[in-house]
């Protein structure tokens, strides 16, 4: 298993957002959990686009 970089706080914004069916970003984007969140989502996309880049297909196109 691969660990991220990013830890994710406990906060009671959290609790707060889910009481409110939504989520840190949206109900208190400027608090340190939604940054934390921010960054482990940076983490994911870079993760995600060196896969990409190691995994894509060459497509041949070979006329018969």
């Known amino acids: ?3 991220f970089a990013t830890t994710i706080s406990s906060a009671a914004a959290v609790d707060r957002a889910y009481q409110k069916r ?3 970003l ?3 984007p400027t ?3 939604a ?3 921010r960054a482990l989502a940076g983490e994911v996309e870079e993760r995600i686009t060196a896969f990409q880049n190691e995994t894509s297909p060459v497509l041949e ?3 018969g």
């Open 1 to 3: 298993a691969v660990n």
């Open 35 to 37: 940054a934390q969140y």
């Open 31 to 33: 608090h340190r959990v």
């Open 22 to 24: 939504a989520t840190v």
């Open 26 to 28: 949206q109900t208190e």
């Open 61 to 63: 196109v070979v006329h």
